[in-house]
């Protein structure tokens, strides 16, 4: 398992990780943490001639409040994310999606960035994203660009961003203080991707739930912005009742494949699942709980 | 042939400089350059953590880095964790608890638990068995690692606390 020849450039700016991109094109590939790439590689699925380490660049790195936004430079490892004390206090939810990703020697290398372009539907902070309505900031020889990550995902590892962009940060809108979000992922052993999974992010007025989000990883093309979930929950006490038909409206959009994590039905079922749970306990937590 | 690029690095201590090509695996670097048969050759998917060495601070598997980036680095294998003769606490207390019979995932297990100790001095068993949950044993069942790692932070603590 020895992977093709490649050149390895190491840029030490974005400018110029983006100018090898544009001088590259299609020969050229981005390295991050490298564990989507690599085994792809040493499988000779890619055989990029041209490898751009971004690892060297210092401004990919930070994670930083800034005008309402948490804003995660796309470098930004696992184990990052998982130290980080204002991720801790503003918006839980990604501490609680990293820790289920993958394992502890993957976590200091696997990077959000990498984690959200690739495109590979097994990952798990693409729905993440999509719950928090954060925003991607894309950099190409064209200038800078935003692309909202509900409009990102166009199916499997088919992605807004083009072959001579650069994912250079996540901009998160800051969760309000009081609001509620939970990831739930069914997995059948450390470092597995999901069998299914779903994030719900949910903020209240008194007892009624004011806005709600509903996602889904791994049970399509790409993960699930489910609308109708949400929609289901807005102006409910978020009961039983309104927790069966988000989870109802979810299982709808689900189309997993069969697969070594099971049919396509149980898959389904277990989507329903994963959501009824997100739900619940983001419910719970927005109310204190 | 591929070009070659120059790396230099510290490996257990030691500047090592190398001309290799990119291409090479950072285990492939340690085994058959350096000739550090410690960490060892598992599933070379990434699962099973038997390559596991410490670059920089963190524990990687060495089948999924490339040798460039460990460029400048510094890299801690399991041929560096003895010192003076003496093997590491986490070492001997694999021995004194039996966490290993047939050894091949030892070096990936001590190197993984040594960052684990350095991160969580004294951690709980379900922290011990959190902090090693991307190291695969076949033989231990596990109970005697845990137990292992357990020994040893208590040692490191108790040296600490008498320095």
């Given at each position: 398992m020895i992977p093709g020849s490649f050149a390895y450039h190491r840029p030490a700016s974005v400018d110029e990780a983006v100018a090898l991109l544009g001088q590259f094109g299609e020969d050229g590939k981005v390295l991050a943490g490298g564990h989507s790439l690599i085994p792809m590689m040493k499988l000779r699925l890619a055989t990029p001639e041209h490898l751009i380490d971004i690892n060297g660049i210092g401004e990919l790195k930070g994670i930083r409040e800034?005008?309402?936004?948490?804003?995660?430079?796309a470098a930004a490892t696992q184990a990052d994310i998982l130290a980080s004390d204002l991720l801790a206090n503003t918006c839980p939810l990604l501490p609680e999606a990293a820790a289920l990703i993958a394992d502890p020697q993957i976590r200091y290398?696997?990077?959000?960035?990498?984690?959200?372009?690739?495109?590979?539907?097994?990952n798990d902070m693409p729905a993440v994203m999509m719950a928090l309505a954060a925003i991607y900031a894309l950099r190409g020889p064209g200038g800078a660009r935003e692309v909202a990550a509900r409009d990102f995902y166009h199916g499997t590892f088919d992605t807004a961003l083009a072959e001579n962009e650069l994912l250079t940060e996540i901009r998160i809108p800051t969760p309000a203080p009081g609001h509620g979000a939970s990831y739930q992922k069914m997995k059948r052993k450390v470092g597995d991707y999901a069998t299914a999974a779903a994030a719900a992010v949910l903020s209240f007025d008194g007892d009624r739930c004011a806005s709600a989000a509903v996602t889904l990883t791994n049970v399509g093309e790409a993960a699930i912005f489910v609308t109708e979930a949400g929609d289901a929950l807005v102006g409910t006490a978020v009961d039983?009742?309104?927790?069966?038909?988000?989870?109802?409206?979810?299982?709808a959009l689900a189309a997993p494949v069969s697969d070594l994590r099971g049919p396509a039905e149980y898959r389904t079922q277990m989507a329903g699942e994963m959501a009824r749970r997100a739900i619940r306990t983001a419910a719970a937590r927005a109310k204190g709980g | 042939m591929a070009e070659k690029t120059k790396i230099s690095l510290t490996v257990n201590g030691n500047a090592v400089e190398a001309e290799i090509e990119p291409r090479t695996l950072l285990i492939h670097f340690?085994?058959?350059?350096?000739?550090?048969?410690?960490?060892?050759?598992?599933?070379?998917t990434s699962h099973c953590g038997a390559c596991t060495v410490d670059l920089d601070g963190r524990s990687v598997k060495s089948c999924?880095?490339?040798?460039?980036?460990?460029?400048?680095?510094?890299?801690?294998?399991?041929?560096?964790?003895?010192?003076?003769?003496?093997?590491?606490?986490?070492?001997?207390?694999?021995?004194?608890?039996?966490?290993?019979?047939?050894?091949?995932?030892?070096?990936?297990?001590?190197?993984?638990?040594?960052?684990?100790?350095?991160?969580?001095?004294?951690?709980?068993?379900?922290?011990?068995?959190?902090?090693?949950?991307?190291n695969l044993c076949r033989c231990t069942g596990y109970q005697n690692i845990v137990k292992a790692v357990r020994q040893a932070a208590d040692e490191l603590g108790q040296k600490e606390a008498a320095e």
């Open positions: 800034e005008g309402g936004q948490l804003r995660i430079g290398c696997g990077t959000l960035g990498g984690n959200v372009a690739n495109g590979d539907p097994g039983d009742t309104a927790v069966a038909e988000a989870a109802a409206r979810a299982m | 340690l085994r058959e350059h350096l000739n550090l048969t410690g960490a060892h050759i598992g599933c070379e999924t880095v490339f040798a460039v980036q460990a460029n400048g680095g510094e890299l801690l294998t399991v041929e560096g964790m003895a010192a003076g003769g003496e093997l590491h606490p986490l070492q001997q207390a694999f021995v004194d608890q039996h966490g290993l019979q047939c050894g091949y995932c030892t070096p990936g297990m001590l190197v993984r638990a040594y960052r684990l100790l350095q991160e969580t001095p004294n951690p709980t068993d379900d922290e011990i068995r959190w902090g090693l949950s991307g």
